[in-house]
């Protein structure tokens, strides 16, 4: 069975400081991968996706990610939080049967 | 512009009152889902529809209905709502292809009392 994991339920970091939120994926399937961000009371936006073809991804807003096939790991970064960072931020999984697999979350806090 | 739509986007209600969330994505896109969010259980599907005619139980199905007559649009149905159905709703679209990304609704909170 596929699925996404999502280490952390909450991160919290400084304003200025490095961003890691952390994504391992199980999928009999070479999996396709995406983060999304959820600010308060808002829909979900998609930050970016892997799909193959590289396995460094740039997204929105600074972040990026990378795919690692020895650890089935996806995590997101960027080098410096903001505060406007602050969000529920999830990892995404999309098996070749185009079935949604969400993590459960990870809530990001930025302390000023 | 590319965008999924979900009326309404608050709605309270009473128990048993039938309700249905309309959900329209003007993408052209094959495959439709729902989702509700809750607190620690993070997104959780409902149902989804991978064409015309064709729908298929998600995860959390119990108490809910849906239809896909149009392309464009994937209403979900509450036929008799109980207050463990309030939540926040979400419809997705996405192309048929697996390295496509899901595009989401605004989201509809709703309340049954």
């Known amino acids: 069975a596929q699925s996404v994991t999502q280490l952390d339920s909450h991160v919290s970091v400084s304003e200025g400081t490095p961003v890691l939120l952390r994504c391992n994926y199980s999928s009999s399937y070479s999996p396709s991968l995406f983060w999304y961000v959820q600010h308060p009371n808002k829909g979900l936006q998609l930050l970016l996706k892997y799909t193959s073809a590289a396995t460094l991804v740039k997204g929105i807003n600074g972040f990026e990610a990378e795919f690692k096939k020895s650890e089935t790991s996806f995590h997101l970064t960027k080098p410096s939080a903001h505060m406007s960072d602050a969000a529920e931020y999830f990892c995404?999984?999309?098996?070749?049967?185009?079935?949604?697999?969400f993590g459960p979350g990870t809530s990001l806090s930025v302390i000023p | 512009e590319a965008q999924v739509t979900q009326n309404p986007r608050y709605l309270i209600t009473v128990t048993g009152k039938k309700l249905t969330v309309t959900c329209s994505q003007n993408?052209?896109?094959?495959?439709m889902s729902w989702y509700r969010q809750d607190p620690g259980l993070g997104l959780r599907q409902i149902y989804y529809?991978?064409?015309?005619?064709?729908?298929d139980k998600g995860d959390v199905p119990e108490g809910y209905k849906v239809s896909r007559k149009e392309k464009r649009n994937f209403p979900l149905i509450l036929e008799s709502p109980s207050p463990n159905q309030t939540s926040l709703y979400f419809c997705?679209?996405?192309?048929?292809?697996?390295?496509?990304?899901?595009?989401f609704g605004q989201g509809t909170r709703l309340t049954v009392v």
């Open positions: 993408m052209n896109h094959e495959y």
């Open positions: 529809s991978m064409n015309v005619e064709v729908t």
């Open positions: 997705a679209s996405s192309a048929g292809q697996s390295n496509t990304e899901a595009f």
């Open positions: 995404v999984g999309k098996t070749s049967y185009d079935k949604v697999i």
